[in-house]
């Protein structure tokens, strides 16, 4: 998929969000949905379980109208978090523009982060994508829940965080940090428009 | 509402006021943005509502946008937020009236930039005015956008200055309207005359004693109302020691109306936009330098200014590439055709890159008048002349003039025996410059340059030979020698060498004989060709030799044999020409015996059939042997002793017997 298509003047962002099961990738998407006016969103695709839970991706797209000339398009996607889910994750994953790892700050959640993180490197690298190369934002969320309960920031960032890329704190049923994520995986990918080559 | 009255009180600020005055009544110059330039409180934001004031009396129904970069970013952001930025821009581009204050603040709103730049432009264009006030001047401001402050540059500045109290008196009692009474006639003379910063303070201050008086039964003195309004005097008092100055109280209007749910989206698409406009500005920023610099060298820019006006659909810079290719070849084929044929200097086909075409056949035009120029013969490379401490002076002398490093004197005048290289060294040298870009590299020898100039009796034939060798890149001349005596052709080259050396174009001579010992140069040209450097080219030494042998039997059998590349080396030879004869015969002879070329068969042939014509050459060659023919040790071992590098007796010797 081209970040930037100059025949038809789109700027189309694949996003996904990126994280072990029940870490709140699909809270941030229902708040995104739930504060951006109804003329410029799609409309949200969850398959779910009975259980909630996320049985395929969810699917919110975002229509951030014409900015320069070009008319722009976010497209945000989260993958299942449970580990049999793999395929699902690496179709999801195909072609995406940016990454934001949604890491479930409890303490007790601490390998399913760890776990998740190095699937993320592994599907990646199967797609021939450096993680480095990757514009990728890390989400403590959860961070709302009881101190004794979860892992501060700081300590999140020394576990997951050694390529120093931008980390922020989270509570996403409340909306705290959700846009500042956004925004900041917004930013990154953006940020490369004039390093891509066009997209004829 | 403020009127343009209060300004015209005040001497300083009368020029701003007309010039506010004609923007308001669209006899101004909308073409630039107005840009009103004042201390704070020095009455910026009163002459812009006075503007619209007056625009309005006397059109009504005149759209009149008068805007804080804070309400600014906040329509825009709303703009976006419900898909109407471009509507926005639109709404902008054709009101009637744009008023901007507190330009400064801009900078606080980065994704309202490009917006703002727009809008000069396409106001500009529909010939609608644009105002905006500032505290600071537009070439001080920072954090505003390159492009956005170049629009800004070009608009034109009026400075308010502060009202001396006279003006201020006035104006205070103005701002008392229809309740003159409502203080003393001389606590607002009094009021005037404190030394307040901005008038926004003195008409702060008037508001406070109106609201005292109105609660005081006692009219107020002069002396009482600057008391209680604490009048720069005696605010001006210093703070008691170690104390520090108390926090300002906070301003209840500055305050935000009270809380609202905050815009999310509004604020993500906003920093989106941002991000993408510093994008596209970015591609605009250099289109805009590419016209200006090509325009600048005095070509049209169509293509570019017809991006431009696309409103950048991709990237440029491929266009901006392919254009300064174009560009950069058309100033050259203008420079050329120019000397062929000087009428068509500053011909307007030269000054379009999009005629290119059109411009390659006129100058094509142009050098068949003149005729063409002997280009440098392109199986000689530089880089194929071995090198040995015999040339290898010449050769560094030929990469510093490669290298423009300034050490490389032109002109450059080699000289050396027949065969040790000289024309492989000129021709070499013009392919290394036409390689590099220098063109036309004129390359030809001495003979052909007296004949030329011998044709040409007729002065118009002559000006247009001269014109032919003046705009070239680079003049190699060889057999320099052979202009000896031929005093027109010296006289030629002399102005010739002079032109090119003006235009620090390279210059290389290459003579069988050195400069002094050619005696029949006219003065001039001797002076000339001494003012660059002189180098010798001498017979190839063993370095050469050997490297010359290996690259003669690379195609044959022998190409491994280094014993006979060794021996063929170490034989006599006064050039690379008797290098290489060497050489044929010894491949001949082995060809014709259908044998592998090898030392045995190489004696046989140099030394035992011809050792006459060998001893011969050993004498003539600067490789002195001892002449002594020794018994070999075998059938066909060397007969000859040789001593090598023996220019003094106790340098020597090495002896060796083969």
Known sequence: MPLVNFTTREITCKLVYYGPGRCGKTTNLLYIHGRVPENRRGMMVSLATQSDRTLFFDFLPLELGVISGFTTRFQLYTVPGQVYYNATRRLVLQGADGVVFVVDSQARRFDDNLESFQNLQENLLDQGVDIRQMPIVLQYNKQDLPPDLILAPAELDDAFNFRGVPSLPADALHGSGVFETLKALSGLVLQRLAARPAAS | ?658
């Not at chain 2, 009026?158 to 008392?176: H, K, T, Y």
């Not at chain 2, 070239?472 to 202009?483: I, K, Q, R, S, W």
């Open chain 2, 1 to 658: 509402m403020s009127d343009f009255e209060t300004f015209v009180l005040e001497p300083a600020n009368r020029a701003a006021a007309a010039a506010a005055r004609a923007m308001a009544d669209g006899t101004g110059l909308p073409d630039r943005p107005l840009i009103v330039l004042g201390g704070a409180g020095t009455g910026k934001t009163e002459l812009l509502q006075a503007m619209a004031s007056r625009l309005r009396d006397r059109h009504p129904s005149a759209v009149i946008e008068l805007l804080s970069p804070d309400l600014l970013a906040e329509r825009y952001r709303g703009a976006l937020a419900q898909g109407r930025g471009d509507a926005l821009r639109a709404e902008l581009a054709a009101a009637d009236l744009v008023l901007i204050d507190d330009l400064e603040q801009l900078a606080r709103h980065r994704e309202c930039h490009g917006l703002v730049a727009d809008l000069l432009d396409g106001r500009r264009l529909a010939g609608r005015g644009t105002v905006l006030a500032t505290a600071i001047p537009v070439e001080q401001q920072s954090g505003l956008d390159a492009r956005l402050l170049r629009r800004l540059a070009d608009g034109t500045t009026v400075s308010l200055a502060l009202p001396g109290p006279a003006a201020r008196a006035e104006i205070l009692l103005r701002r008392l309207g229809d309740h003159p009474d409502a203080l003393p006639g001389d606590v607002v003379r009094a009021l005037a005359a404190a030394d307040f910063p901005s008038m926004r303070d003195h008409t702060g201050a008037l508001s406070r004693l109106v609201a005292f008086q109105e609660a005081s039964a006692v009219p107020l003195s002069p002396a009482d109302a600057m008391l209680l309004i604490g009048a720069p005097a005696l605010r001006a008092a210093p703070e008691p020691a170690g104390e520090p100055a108390p926090e300002p109280a906070p301003d209840p209007a500055a305050s935000p109306a009270g809380p609202e749910a905050p815009d999310e989206f509004g604020a993500f698409l906003s920093e989106v936009a941002a991000t993408v406009s510093e994008q596209v500005d970015r591609w605009r920023r250099s289109l805009e330098e590419a016209v200006q610099r090509w325009r600048e060298a005095g070509l049209r820019t169509g293509r570019l200014d017809a991006l431009l006006q696309e409103d950048l659909t991709a990237n440029p810079e491929p266009a901006l590439e392919a254009f300064a290719a174009d560009a950069e070849e058309l100033l050259a084929l203008a420079r050329e055709a120019a000397v062929h044929a000087p009428d068509l200097a500053g011909a307007e086909l030269f000054r379009d890159p999009d005629q290119l075409s059109a411009a390659r056949a006129l100058c094509e035009d142009a050098r068949s008048r003149t005729g063409p120029i002997i280009a440098p013969l392109t199986q000689y490379r530089l880089e194929e002349l071995a090198e040995g401490a015999s040339n290898r002076a010449a050769l560094r002398a030929a990469r510093e003039l490669l290298a423009e490093t300034g050490e490389g004197r032109s002109p450059l005048v080699v000289w050396g025996g027949p065969g040790v290289g000289k024309s492989h060294f000129l021709h070499g040298f013009g392919n290394a410059l036409a390689a590099r870009g220098v063109g036309p590299v004129a390359c030809l020898g001495g003979q052909a340059f007296v004949a030329e100039v011998s044709a040409r009796t007729d002065a118009d034939d002559l000006a247009g030979w001269r014109r032919r060798y003046r705009w070239v890149g680079a003049l190699l001349l060889d057999d320099l020698h052979l202009l000896s005596g031929e005093a027109r052709a010296q006289e030629e080259l002399a102005l010739l060498i002079e032109e090119l050396q003006e235009g620090r174009r390279p210059m290389v001579f290459a003579s069988a004989r050195e400069l002094a010992e050619l005696r029949a140069l006219d003065p001039p040209l001797r002076a000339l060709l001494e003012s660059g450097r002189t180098v010798e080219l001498g017979p190839p030494d063993r370095e050469v030799r050997l490297a010359v042998v290996k690259r003669l039997l690379s195609g044959s059998a022998a190409s491994q044999d280094a014993a006979l590349a060794d021996y063929l080396a170490g034989r006599p030879a006064d050039s690379v020409r008797a290098v290489q004869g060497l050489v044929a015969r010894v491949l001949d002879e082995a060809a014709a015996q259908r044998v592998v070329p090898s030392p045995t068969l190489a004696r046989e042939v140099l030394e035992v059939r011809d050792p006459v014509a060998g001893a011969a050459a050993r004498v003539s060659g600067p490789v002195r042997t001892s002449g002594i023919h020794a018994p070999g040790m075998g059938l066909l071992r060397s007969r000859e002793k040789m001593i090598e590098e023996w220019p003094v007796l106790a340098d020597r010797l090495m002896l060796e017997l083969r």
